[in-house]
């Protein structure tokens, strides 16, 4: 069975302070990583597809990485705009490819 | 704008009721999903779609049922049988089932 395992669940930063959020997977073969950001009472917000181990893809202040077993996202000098949930999920190759979430990290960035 | 719009965004419902929550999409994806997304958890797959005319059960399918009888449409009926049905219901679409879903704003549904 796929898992994803997201760490810390919630992270308080000062503005400004870098940092990074963890996603732990197992997946029997995996097809895609994906991230996204979610507002309170919104809905996600896709950030990135990761599709192999070594890939690194950038957003202004977000850069996700991807290895066989994980993926961070790492926040550089962060504003308290980008307060939210980031979620993490994995796709599977097989017929049924569905996501895989993992419970998501609460982020809050005081000015 | 393309988009996905879900309605209404707040719903009440009687239990022994069933309701139904809507979602279009004009974004010309062939395939359509429903999470349902309750505090502490991740996001968990109900139903999918990947064509017109068909879909499969996700995960917790038991209690609900849809339909794809248009590809921009896909509703999501939450029948009685579903014992806890308080949750945010999440619709979303991908131009094929690899690759990135796009969600709309959900919907809150609460028994009283």
């Known amino acids: 069975e796929d898992q994803v395992t997201q760490s810390p669940e919630a992270l308080r930063l000062q503005e400004g302070e870098s940092s990074s959020l963890n996603c732990s997977y197992t997946v029997s073969g995996l097809r895609g990583l994906f991230w996204y950001r979610q507002d309170p009472g919104k809905g996600p917000e896709f950030l990135f597809t990761l599709y192999s181990a070594g890939e690194e893809k950038e957003k202004e202040r977000l850069k996700a990485t991807l290895t066989k077993k994980e993926s961070f996202l790492h926040i550089t000098a962060p504003k308290p705009e980008d307060s939210a949930t980031y979620l993490c999920?994995?796709?599977?190759?097989?017929?049924?490819?569905?996501?895989?979430f993992g419970k998501g990290i609460t982020l809050s960035v005081r000015p | 704008d393309g988009g996905i719009t879900q309605s209404p965004k707040y719903l009440f419902r009687k239990e022994g009721q069933n309701v139904t929550l809507s979602c279009e999409q004009n974004?010309?994806?062939?395939?359509m999903y429903w999470y349902r997304q309750d505090p502490g958890q991740g996001l968990r797959l109900i139903y999918y779609?990947?064509?017109?005319?068909?879909?499969q059960k996700g995960d917790i399918a038991e209690g609900y049922s849809v339909s794809r009888e248009k590809k921009e449409s896909f509703p999501l009926t939450v029948t009685s049988a579903q014992k806890n049905p308080t949750a945010f219901y999440l619709c979303?679409?991908?131009?094929?089932?690899?690759?990135?879903?796009?969600f709309g704003q959900g919907t809150r549904l609460t028994v009283v």
């Open positions: 979303a679409s991908s131009i094929r089932t690899e690759k990135e879903a796009f």
């Open positions: 999920a994995v796709q599977a190759w097989g017929a049924n490819s569905k996501l895989t």
């Open positions: 974004l010309n994806h062939d395939a």
């Open positions: 779609s990947q064509i017109v005319n068909d879909f």
